[in-house]
């Protein structure tokens, strides 16, 4: 057995194997299940006539638009439909001593429990494929083990009680160039054999660099360790100042054990659904309320929504977070080359939580698994990687008649379909809300814990803040890609931009038509061909997805749905910078593409390492296809930038963000004027009464009564 062979075996062993998911209802856009996983598997080493080999990732092929779209119609009507073809898509590395030959197979599974290999191609040269879980704890091993690496740290003449952790970093790019795969990795002290340690609060400035085919150790880079300039530990004057790391902890455990307390003062807060969930899942194609769609999910962007119907109605063909970048702000080398891609360096799938009750989600909770595969090929199932909940977003709609006192009111009610993901340090929570009135929304929340650099006691600098004695967290941005694919009434759609302006007013001379000067008109902009937009709140630019093809008989305009956008501070690299080559949804807060099969990330397929040469959204734009009455795509860029504080440490409060998708005239009244009332027979809420939290309804009903809180307009 080679020592790769026998890393694989080990890392297969570490990340231990799962069981499939239960059959569910067919439908073309679930999931690859275990037994296609396996069969896929089968037929690729049957191609590969006894090769060594390395599997990286799998997902579903999702049929042409042309052919999807049609069969989801006939299922939307309830008609005998016939099975699509299945095809898998599977990265492979054929391994040889070295080097790797990295494919990817296409596999049709066919009837009766049969595979066949459809196509292996070779990834395009000067692209590199992600890292992987396997490939991460292998180079891991490999480096702590090395004797260069071990005589590096020795000369940091840590206590002999200390534990050097390494944490598998993404390398970036610094250069137009190729450059080889690499595996950085983030080194920090930990003084406790709890795994569940902070180690954060204590980085050391070396940054090892291992190949990513060999597990050898590279090179060894040396982090600036002032505030500002490049001195480096070789600059350094005598020793390395450990001794000024502190504990800083976020484990309950780990605080308990140090006395330090957590809060006594908050009472369980419990979400009972008596009477259970409202919606209903066949597979996992969910209703809820008016709402009808599928909820898919995938190695690369996680959750996929798909074929969103509201009332019987097409309102969008696919949702969902096609990619993301965090470029960080320290220019200072090795630093500059910070900058994830953690949707396509590593996959939102393959990092996403396997969420329990009580704790990601309240109230009744339906969970959806995910099949994946090991390196080896073995299917491994990740268990609760989305989570489905309704919860309470306070009042929907009201009005209080003045003249009678009499309120109408509704509590409105929301379904959340939410994953979590972890990357290393950060976690991004992404919850797409379905509310009563047909609007869309989704919210994005940023937490975890914040990638710290070493920085000499005293010291400050402008490239981030100290958040704990030697711990600098550098400045950075976080830029998420969001792809529409809209079918508002059907697929010929436009994309109209509407700003609303005061309309010209000279008073001297005033015009007829705005003689008092408060008059202000919507200017509308139609995007014709491919192109991007940018959010203007000071206009309050908003980007209406129309169908011209269908008019509302209320307002005589074009049915639409209107993306909200967030006006976030875009990329702050410079243009003519790698970092910025690299981001190619980052210059423009809205992109508009024709619809292409196949195209759905952002920021190419390809984003580790790339240099400019993703072929992404930028390339796409660049063709100046019409986009007006035809089928096509909206982007919109959002995010922020973070500035770490203190008290972002050791664990980050949510930072949240949230998009909004809403009906513009796509109907003849509000859509939730049928919500039913809220009242107290329904929610059976209480007084609060200290003391006496188990007294009864009834007596607190009368309690209300008698003190005139039970106005019966609303709440009898």
């Known amino acids: 057995m080679t020592v790769i062979e026998s890393t694989l075996s080990a890392v297969v062993s570490k990340l231990g194997l799962g069981r499939s998911t239960s059959e569910l209802p067919y439908h073309p856009l679930d999931p690859l299940s275990a037994s296609e996983i396996a069969l896929s598997v089968e037929a690729i080493r049957r191609d590969a006539k006894g090769a060594r080999l390395w599997f990286k990732s799998t997902q579903l092929v999702e049929p042409p638009k042309a052919v999807l779209a049609?069969?989801?119609d006939e299922y939307a009507e309830g008609k005998s439909i016939t099975r699509l073809p299945r095809i898998a898509e599977t990265l492979v590395g054929k391994r040889y001593s070295g080097n790797t030959d990295w494919l990817v197979y296409q596999v049709s599974l066919l009837e009766q429990d049969r595979a066949q290999v459809i196509s292996a191609e070779k990834v395009p040269a000067g692209q590199h494929v992600p890292p992987d879980m396997g490939e991460m704890i292998a180079a891991e091993e490999a480096l702590l083990n090395n004797p260069t690496f071990k005589a590096a740290v020795a000369k940091l003449e840590l206590p002999s009680n200390a534990k050097v952790v390494a944490d598998g970093w993404i390398y970036g790019a610094d250069t137009l160039g190729e450059t080889p795969r690499s595996i950085p990795f983030m080194v920090y002290l930990s003084f406790s054999d709890n795994p569940d340690t902070c180690h954060y609060a204590a980085p050391l400035p070396i940054v090892p660099v291992m190949s990513a085919d060999t597990f050898e150790l590279q090179r060894?880079?040396?982090?600036?360790?002032?505030?500002?300039?490049?001195?480096?530990?070789?600059?350094?004057?005598g020793r390395f100042p450990w001794e000024a790391y502190v504990p800083n902890e976020y484990d309950a455990e780990i605080r308990a054990e140090a006395g330090l307390s957590s809060r006594d003062d908050i009472k369980p807060y419990r979400v009972l659904q008596p009477e259970g969930a409202s919606f209903t899942l066949e597979g996992r194609v969910i209703r809820w309320q008016k709402w009808a769609f599928h909820i898919g999910f995938n190695y690369r962007e996680g959750i996929v929504l798909s074929d969103i119907r509201y009332d019987g109605r097409k309102t969008f063909y696919r949702l969902s977070v096609s990619d993301m970048t965090v470029p960080y702000g320290d220019p200072r080398a090795p630093f500059h080359r910070k900058q994830a891609f953690d949707l396509g360096d590593i996959g939102a799938g393959l990092t996403a939580n396997e969420l329990a009750l009580g704790c990601d989600c309240l109230g009744e909770i339906a969970y959806l698994n995910f099949d994946h595969c090991t390196q080896d090929g073995s299917p491994s199932l990740q268990r609760g990687v989305v989570c489905i909940h309704e919860q309470d977003d306070g009042i929907g709609w009201k009005h209080t008649n003045f003249r009678t006192n009499k309120p109408s009111v509704t509590r409105s009610r929301i379904l959340i379909i939410q994953t979590i993901i972890t990357v290393a340090n950060y976690e991004y929570i992404f919850a797409w809300r379905f509310d009563q009135a047909a609007g869309i929304s989704l919210e994005v929340r940023a937490t975890g814990i914040l990638s710290t650099v070493a920085i000499l006691p005293g010291e400050t600098s402008p490239y981030g803040n100290v958040v704990s004695p030697g711990v600098l967290a550098t400045n950075h941005q976080h830029l998420f890609s969001v792809r529409i694919d809209p079918a508002v009434d059907g697929h010929n759609n436009t994309v109209v931009q509407e700003d609303s302006v005061p309309m010209p007013f000279d008073k001297a001379n005033p015009p007829s038509d705005n003689k008092w000067g408060v008059g202000y008109t919507v200017a509308k902009t139609p995007i014709t061909k491919s192109g991007w937009a940018d959010a203007a709140p000071e206009k309050n630019r908003v980007f209406k997805i129309t169908?011209?093809?269908?008019?509302?008989?209320?307002?005589?305009?074009?049915?639409?749905?209107?993306?909200v956008p967030a006006p976030s501070q875009l990329m702050l690299a410079h243009p003519d910078s790698v970092a910025y080559a690299r981001a190619e949804f980052g210059e423009h807060h809205i992109y508009v593409t024709s619809y292409q099969d196949r195209e759905l990330y952002a920021g190419g397929l390809y984003t580790n390492q790339s240099n400019g040469n993703a072929n992404g959204l930028r390339s796409w734009v660049a063709r100046g296809d019409n986009v007006d009455n035809t089928d096509l795509v909206v982007w919109h860029t959002f995010g922020l930038t973070h500035n770490p504080r203190v008290e972002d440490f050791p664990v980050m409060p949510c930072e949240t963000h949230m998009i909004h998708l809403k009906p513009n005239d796509f109907f003849t009244a509000s859509p939730a004027i049928d919500v039913p009332a809220s009242t107290q027979a329904f929610?059976?809420?209480?007084?609060?009464?200290?003391?006496?939290?188990?007294?009864?309804?009834?007596?607190?009903?009368?309690?209300?009564?008698a003190n005139g809180l039970n106005n019966p307009g609303c709440c009898a």
């Open 220 to 237: 060894l880079d040396y982090c600036p360790i002032y505030g500002t300039g490049d001195k480096t530990l070789l600059d350094l004057e």
């Open 683 to 705: 929610n059976q809420s209480r007084l609060h009464n200290p003391g006496q939290h188990l007294q009864g309804s009834n007596e607190i009903e009368n309690k209300a009564k």
């Open 70 to 72: 049609p069969w989801l």
């Open 547 to 563: 169908n011209p093809n269908k008019i509302n008989p209320v307002s005589g305009k074009s049915v639409a749905y209107k993306l």
